[in-house]
């Protein structure tokens, strides 16, 4: 069987009315790579079918898998990370804000010299994106302090289209901690910290349909939080740093031939 170059990872919350089209549009879009390639559909604790539209899709390139309970966005996609094949890995939000044709102009970065990461970014010199003023400012604001807390060379880290090596993610995805808000900073981030630090941006066309007022100020809440303690745990107590060394030492105890004593008389 061949092996997918690339996988595509599309977690999915109550989507039953738009995921089986958005899905086939991803499958259509992924075919410009001219390579093999998958679309795995995660169900993130869905309640209205979704899981069951997808699978009317009715493609061999396409999986579905189904989380017992939502647990968030980061949690779904760590799912289909520990499922896929591709030798890229990526993932793309389901409601296609970000279009899928960004992973195919992804994949080809990778084509072009040693990296690691490409990911859609709204500050992207060529970028186009609408909304708001008071979300373009607390945008700002979240990135300035992410370059403050973070050594990242990264403009942007939270639009929902990415593609890593594989190699990044088998290091990282065991490490995280953060499965909500802050899911793709506390990806990049960790990745940095172990030298996977080679990050493209690719610019992405964006027009947010909502408005000011529709911004979740409990989200705003979380996603600080959540980024204030990813910092905390790599400045201060050397969590992940540790956590991979723990792990490590577990893999070798349990792959280490027994150890015999020979006595001499």
């Known amino acids: 069987m061949t092996l997918p170059y690339v996988s595509v990872v599309v977690p999915v919350f ?14 259509t879009a992924l075919e410009d790579l001219h390579a093999p390639f998958e679309v795995i559909v995660v169900c993130d604790g ?19 898998l189904r989380c017992s309970v939502n647990a968030g966005k980061g949690n779904a996609i760590l799912h289909g990370v520990a499922e896929a094949r591709g030798r890229l890995v990526g993932w793309l939000d389901a409601d296609l804000e970000a279009p899928p044709s960004l992973l195919v102009e992804a994949a080809r970065r990778f084509e072009e010299g040693t990296v690691d990461a490409v990911i859609a970014s709204k500050r992207h010199p060529d970028s186009v994106v609408r ?23 990264v403009r942007d880290t939270q639009v929902g289209a990415k593609l890593f090596r ?3 993610l088998d290091l990282v995805a065991p490490l995280v901690l953060v499965k909500r808000h802050a899911f793709d900073l ?14 493209k941006e690719t610019p992405v066309e964006l027009a947010y349909g909502f408005s000011a007022t529709s911004i979740n100020w409990r989200a705003v809440k979380w996603m600080l939080q959540d980024t204030l303690a990813i910092a905390y745990r790599i400045h201060v107590r050397h969590y992940y740093v540790r956590r991979y060394a723990s792990r490590e030492r577990e893999r070798m105890d349990e792959t280490a031939p027994p150890h015999t004593i020979q006595v001499t008389k």
């Open 131 to 153: 909304y708001p003023a008071i979300r373009r400012m607390y945008s700002w604001g979240f990135q300035l302090l992410v370059a403050v807390l973070f050594r990242i060379n």
């Open 166 to 168: 594989r190699e990044m």
């Open 46 to 64: 869905s309640s209205d079918g979704t899981a069951e539209a997808a699978r009317r899709v009715d493609d061999p390139r396409v999986r579905v």
């Open 186 to 199: 506390e990806i990049l981030v960790v990745g940095a910290e172990f030298g996977f630090d080679r990050i």
């Open 14 to 27: 109550n989507g039953a009315h738009f995921i089986e089209a958005n899905t086939k549009h991803i499958t």
